[in-house]
């Protein structure tokens, strides 16, 4: 049996108020040479909502629904969050867990696919952080599973595709579901050569990666399970796609598409009235959802005369935090990965990521822990 002295909630940070909004940004794309004019564009997103993001609530949240779930379950490890990008820093929190006498470490980090931003990145700031603070000989951070087709990250979404197909009935009396209405599953745009290399390369996903692959498959698991919202229960025939949000990069740069806003433009021409938009890349309704999404994505509906609903995230339903708390004891108990559970035939995913795994080609590799080198 693994032992472990506490659990890493591991985040990205979020600005707390207006004072903070620049100093993260520039965290968040240090060394990028992003110009101050692009950070202050970025700002308003932040300004719109008082200059406080969302998400550092969100995790104090997350934090304490999974430390009630941990006692309930008898399991005596401490939850402590730290973040990239914003205070509590990994840094600092890792310091003090080393100063409680909490020297292994098992994280979460709040991102459930694999590319370099969304696990790799993490892994490396987990590195820095024990370097920034001497502990790397003292402190010992492993890292669950990639959760992309856990169970507990999926079934929220099928919940919510299933109660948004029903709250489109509603709004639209005699909608044709299979002709009229169209599923959006709307993850976060990277570039090319980060999704092309998001995954270990020994698998083979070409273009796209394991990053678009996840997506896809659980995409195909999420309509697997919707049937038609009648007495039939005859299987859905509702069309998706999978869509991107949130680029930033330079115009010059290949990022993953089409972008939700010109997936939603294309869709009158085809006689699509409604749409489901399904967040399906975050684990939260953090900044980008919430600016993205119900801001951006919906007055482009409304512009080309579709009407929309938008899927909650995960959050803190109680599927979600169960599932976290499963990954913790397939950890503390060594489970068979023939009894883990995967949604997808892709899963379950790796604990000690591949060699080479997410590289992120502009920077090269860096001193990453929980995966084997480089």
């Given amino acids: 049996m693994a032992q472990y002295d506490a659990v890493l909630l591991a985040g990205f940070g979020g600005p707390e108020g207006q004072d903070d909004v620049i100093p993260f940004l520039r965290n968040v794309t240090g060394g990028r040479g992003i110009p101050e004019e692009r950070l202050e564009e970025v700002a308003t997103h932040y300004r719109h909502f008082g200059g406080v993001s969302p998400i550092n609530d969100q995790n104090r949240v997350l934090k304490a629904a999974l430390q009630v779930e941990l006692t309930r379950r008898g399991i005596d490890l401490p939850v402590i969050w730290g973040n990239r990008n914003w205070a509590p820093y990994l840094k600092d929190t890792i310091s003090d867990a080393h100063d409680a006498g909490q020297n292994r470490l098992l994280a979460i980090a709040t991102s459930a696919y694999s590319s370099y931003s969304g696990c790799r990145q993490y892994r490396e700031d987990f590195a820095a952080a024990l370097t920034a603070t001497g502990l790397n000989d003292t402190v010992h951070i492993d890292k669950i599973r990639q959760f992309f087709d856990h169970p507990g990250f999926v079934t929220p979404f099928i919940t919510g595709v299933t109660k948004g197909l029903q709250d489109v009935q509603r709004a639209i009396p005699g909608i044709d579901m299979d002709t009229e209405v169209e599923i959006l599953f709307s993850t976060h745009s990277i570039p090319m050569t980060d999704a092309n290399k998001s995954g270990p390369a020994e698998r083979g996903f070409g273009e796209g990666g394991a990053y678009e692959?996840?997506?896809?498959?659980?995409?195909q698991v999420i309509m697997d399970s919707l049937v038609e919202p009648d007495a039939t229960e005859a299987p859905l025939k509702t069309q998706w796609q999978l869509v991107y949000q949130s680029r930033s990069g330079p115009p010059t740069m290949p990022w993953l598409e089409p972008d939700i806003n010109d997936a939603i433009a294309l869709l009158p021409a085809r006689g699509i009235r409604a749409v489901i938009i399904v967040p399906l890349g975050f684990v939260s309704d953090h900044?980008?959802?919430m600016w993205d999404l119900d801001?951006?994505?919906?007055?482009?509906?409304e512009k080309f005369g579709i009407h929309a609903v938008r899927v909650p995230t995960p959050g803190v339903s109680p599927d979600f935090v169960n599932g976290l708390v499963d990954l913790i004891e397939e950890r503390l108990n060594d489970t068979p990965v023939e009894?883990?559970?995967a949604k997808t035939t892709l899963g379950p995913w790796y604990d000690v990521c591949r060699p080479g795994c997410c590289e992120n080609v502009r920077l090269g590799f860096k001193p990453a822990v929980a995966g084997m080198a480089p």
């Fill in 213 to 219: 692959a996840q997506h896809r498959a659980v995409a």
């Fill in 295 to 301: 801001n951006e994505a919906m007055e482009t509906s």
């Fill in 339 to 341: 009894d883990r559970p």
């Fill in 287 to 289: 900044m980008e959802v």
